[in-house]
């Protein structure tokens, strides 16, 4: 009987995307992705184990325990979180089928401590503190200067 991997509540970043356990969301630049509970459970359970090989049994046991599933319909959610992904575009890639075997995810993974702070806002900041300024922002308008001068 395969252990079930206890939730970790931390977010994984990879590539331009973070996720969530916690917060069972996906992001990519701060955006907020759409991905089905199912398909969310896959790409947990695959990026937690980066480089390994996960069975296609194992995962339909870990997605839809106590339910009798084709494989059919794990390669439907697999390949919508492909397309999440955009997999394979740009030469991206972070799911790999291992014929006759299973599935790895195949992207470098960096495993960040969940906070209170959303990921978005982290984005927004990041933005704001690394925006490009301009040399003259802290002159007044010519508008203003031009008043002064009179």
């Known amino acids: 009987m395969p252990v079930a991997l206890a939730m970790v509540h931390r977010t994984l970043r990879f590539g331009p995307f973070e996720l969530s356990g916690s917060k069972r969301v996906l ?23 980066p480089g390994e090989v996960i069975g296609k049994n ?13 494989e059919g319909s794990l390669r439907v959610h697999v390949t919508a ?23 790895s995810f195949v992207g470098s993974v ?11 806002d982290w984005h927004m900041k990041a933005r704001l503190r690394y ?7 802290h002159r007044r308008p010519s508008k203003l200067r031009s008043v002064r001068l009179r």
């Open 27 to 49: 992001w990519c630049n701060g955006v907020t992705l759409p991905l089905g509970s199912r398909a969310f459970d896959i790409l947990v359970y695959l990026a937690e184990r």
């Open 58 to 70: 194992e995962l339909i046991d870990h997605v839809w325990s106590n339910v009798t599933v084709e």
């Open 81 to 103: 979180i492909r397309k999440a992904l955009r997999d394979g575009q740009f030469g991206n890639r972070y799911i790999a089928n291992v014929r006759g075997r299973g599935y």
């Open 131 to 137: 925006a490009p300024v301009s040399p003259n922002a």
């Open 110 to 120: 960096v495993r960040l401590e969940d906070n209170t702070e959303h990921v978005s």
